[in-house]
Nanobody, 120 residues
Framework: QVQLVESGGGLVQAGGSLRLSCAAS????????MGWYRQAPGKQRELVAA???????NYADSVKGRFTISRDNAKNTGFLQMNSLKPEGTAVYYC??????????????WGQGTQVTVSS
């Protein structure tokens, strides 16, 4: 089994910054893609950013230039640096990972989510 644990959420004023972390543990051989999604009340979960093991990065248009995704492959940890936060960024942020186990099985995992609230 694999566990993803997010941290770093909280309450911040508009224009402020937060840094989210996602620590993966368990039966991990390698992590293919790590991503961050968010879900605001009454809305569907949406992709915020994703990064592959090779460093290819994809951002939602709404966060380009303000958010930066990164990862530490040696520690199976991902990060999301969020700058210039806006009130519409208020949501539960979820870490997602495509994980290969030692026997070559690939599975998707989600973290429990961390609340980010941006006040105006």
């Amino acid at each position: 089994q694999v566990q993803l644990v997010e941290s770093g959420g909280g309450l911040v004023q508009a224009g402020g910054s937060l840094r989210l972390s996602c620590a993966a543990s368990g039966s991990i051989f390698s992590i293919n893609v790590m991503g961050w999604y968010r879900q605001a009340p009454g809305k569907q979960r949406e992709l915020v950013a994703a990064i592959s093991s090779g460093g290819n990065i994809n951002y939602a248009d709404s966060v380009k230039g303000r958010f930066t995704i990164s990862r530490d492959n040696a520690k199976n940890t991902g990060f999301l640096q969020m700058n210039s936060l806006k009130p519409e960024g208020t949501a539960v942020y979820y870490c997602h990972a495509m994980v290969y186990t030692a026997i070559g099985v690939k599975s998707a995992y989600w973290g429990q989510g961390t609340q980010v609230t941006v006040s105006s």
